[in-house]
């Protein structure tokens, strides 16, 4: 039933435009993952990421452009010491990744600061992630989301689950040791399939009742223990919209921040165009409906949907670009396209 994975282009991030190989980088970046003291020095000279309670640590730019400010390790020292705090606090950076030129890059909350005294020194505002994800481009949206999910995984697991005893981190925080029971935890994403389902000339979406008025999006589920990604998707099909898949194909995935670290793989599916009948699980959902392609064209144009005096958006729009989900509508819509 899965049709071959797609041939996948070389993505953007992985061809070098520096002297650092992305072999040579990768390699570097599991030294300072695994080795505490290559780990120190690279925090060093590298670049910290700063979270206020996990909201990231924003700055507007006289154009009115919205970057993730890249501090040096020294000035995040000097920030925390005009600050009347211990500037050995910065020891507790978690690695997040190398940049191209090899410099290693960290997040750092400083949530037991002041925020606007932290804001003021650093001329920057520290935003809900829902909102910086919309305000930043590119590759630093999943930068700053990858960042915050690291720091509320040790957050959130200061103790052991087996003994209660406290978990030791090692420098980069890659992992947390319990001395006490000998456990290693790992930070921890939930697989999810989201799929788009079409009957070959429509394709359905759905919507929860916590969506944004109008916004309807592709299926998704969490994966349940001991199933293939396959299984989990027929069964959320089934279960959610009462339709059986006949073929799947692998289209990407996504690592998704909301509401805690899930691990995306999007796909496309088919049906059978004579068993179109849906029947919605109003637990899960509140809609689903299959859509033309001129509807889904003319969602996929609007950036941001009209609303009205109470700030609802009054038209059918689907999730921003940065979604998988509208990456697999906007591959359905292509692939309409070109059959057309
Ligand atoms: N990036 C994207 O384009 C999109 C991402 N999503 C994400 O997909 C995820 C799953 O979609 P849903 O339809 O809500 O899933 P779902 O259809 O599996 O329903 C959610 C329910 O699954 C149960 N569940 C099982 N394992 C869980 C776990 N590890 N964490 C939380 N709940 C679990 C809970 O009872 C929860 O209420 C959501 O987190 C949502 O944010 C959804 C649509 C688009
Ligand atoms: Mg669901």
């Not at 599916?269 to 004579?274: E, F, I, L, R």
Request: glycine share 6%; hydrophobic share 35%; with cysteine.
């Amino acid at each position: 039933m899965l049709q071959p994975l797609r041939i996948l282009f070389r993505p953007k991030w992985m061809v070098s435009r520096s002297s650092a190989s992305y072999v040579s980088r990768m390699r570097h970046l599991n030294k300072i993952k695994e080795e505490d003291e290559a780990c120190r020095a690279a925090l060093q000279s590298g670049n910290i990421f700063l979270y206020h309670k996990l909201a990231p640590l924003l700055r507007r730019t006289d154009s009115g452009i919205y970057q993730l400010p890249a501090l040096q390790t020294k000035d995040v020292e000097e920030i925390l010491e005009k600050l009347g705090e211990d500037k050995e606090m910065v020891k507790e950076s978690i690695l997040i990744n190398c940049t191209e030129q090899n410099e290693a890059q960290f997040s750092f909350d400083v949530g037991a600061i002041e925020q606007a005294a932290v804001e003021e020194l650093c001329r920057g505002t520290f935003v809900d992630l829902r909102k910086a994800f919309f305000l930043l481009r590119g590759s630093e949206a999943p930068l700053v989301a990858r960042g915050q999910a690291l720091l509320r995984w040790h957050q959130t697991n200061g103790f052991c689950s087996s003994t209660g005893q406290p978990t030791q981190r090692n420098q980069s925080g890659s992992q947390r040791l319990c001395h006490s029971s000998g456990i290693t935890y790992y930070p921890k994403m939930s697989p999810v399939v989201i799929v788009l389902v079409s009957d070959g000339k429509r394709c359905l979406l759905g919507r929860q009742s916590t969506f944004p008025r109008g916004m309807y999006s592709a299926l998704a589920g969490f994966c349940d223990i001991g199933e293939t990604m396959e299984e989990a998707l027929c069964r959320e099909i089934a279960e959610e919209v009462g339709l059986e898949v006949e073929s799947i194909q692998y289209s990407g995935s996504q690592h998704w921040p909301f509401p805690q670290s899930s691990f995306m793989v999007a796909c496309h599916a088919t049906v059978n165009p004579d068993k179109t009948h849906v029947s919605v699980d109003k637990v899960e959902l509140e809609d689903a409906r299959w859509f033309s392609l001129e509807e889904v064209q003319e969602a996929l144009t609007i950036k941001a949907p009209p609303r009205n005096n109470k700030g609802e958006p009054t038209v059918f729009w689907v999730p921003p670009n940065y979604a998988i989900a509208n990456r697999l509508i906007q591959e359905w819509a292509n692939q309409q396209h070109l059959k057309s």
